[in-house]
C-alpha cells in the first residue's frame, strides 16, 4: 500500500512529518505505510517516497553540481515541515550527522511537536518538550490523539502554551507575594479565588432556576478567570497545559472507545 503523503490533506487530521537519514529512507517509508493505515493520520513528508536517484547520491556524497537538485529537495521538506503537526525522527542512539538534524531544528523553531523513535542523539534533543518513544509506543499515540488533532485540539493546545508566557509575564509585573513562600502564596491566592468562581457559578445557577436569564458574569469573570488561575497553575508547576491539554481530551478518547469495546460484553 502506499502511504497517503503531501502537504494537504481532504479531511482535518494529524499531520506527520517523518526526519531520518536518507540511509534509512525504506524505514521512513514503511512507518509512512503503517500511519497511512490509521485513520486520522496523514503523512505530509514526501522525500521517502521513490526518491530520486540524483537526490539519492547528493545525500550520500554531498555533491550537486547544478545545485538544483540539493534546493528543491530542501525547499520540498521545508514546505512539508511547515504544514505538519508533528515531527517524527528516527534516531540511531548515537552522534550522527544528517540532514535531520537541521529539519528537527527548523520544526523546533517553528513550535512544531517533536516526538524521537529511539535513543536521544545530542544535547539538543534533551530540550523540554521533545518527547521520546519507541516504535511500537508511537502508533499507539498516533491512533489516541488522531482524533483530538482532527477537532483542530493541536492549533488551540499552542494557543494555550502563548497564554501561559502571556500570564507569566503579567504575573511579574502585577502579582506581589504576601509571604515568604512565594509558591505558597500563590497557590493559597489561586484556591481561594477557584472557590470564589465556584460560588458564582452556583449564583447563575440559582438565578436562573428562578427565571433570571442574565449570563453576563460567566462571560465577564468566570471564563476568563478559569483561564488565568489554569496558566498560574500550570506556571507554577512546570505543567506544560498545551501538552496537558491534548493528553486529556485522548484520555478522554480512549476511555469512550474502551466504553464502547465494553457494551457489546454487558450486553
Partial sequence: MTAATGPAATTPT?????????ARVADAQALATTCANQPGVHVVSRWHIEPRDAEIDAARTGR????????????????????CDVM?????GMPARGGRHFET?????????????GDREHAFHHLAGIEITSAAELHAKLQAEAPVAALGGRQ?????????????DFDATHFTATSANELEAKRAHIALHVTILAGKLA???????HGVEDVSVLHEEVVPDLLVYAAQLANLYNVDLADAYLTRLASVVARDRR?????PEAQ
Avoid: W
Avoid at 64 to 80: L, Q
Fill in 14 to 22: 494529524m499531520r506527520v512529518y517523518i526526519a531520518a537519514d536518507f
Fill in 64 to 83: 550537486d553540481p547544478g545545485g538544483s537538485t540539493a534546493t528543491e529537495a530542501a525547499e520540498r521538506n521545508i514546505a512539508d515541515i511547515r504544514s
Fill in 88 to 92: 517524527v525522527v528516527l534516531t540511531t
Fill in 105 to 117: 531544528g527548523i520544526a523546533h523553531a517553528m513550535g512544531k511537536r517533536i516526538i524521537l523513535v
Fill in 156 to 168: 488551540l493546545a499552542e494557543g494555550l502554551a502563548r497564554l501561559c508566557r502571556l500570564q507569566r
Fill in 203 to 209: 449564583r447563575i445557577e440559582e438565578r436562573l432556576a
Fill in 259 to 263: 466504553d464502547v469495546a465494553a457494551a
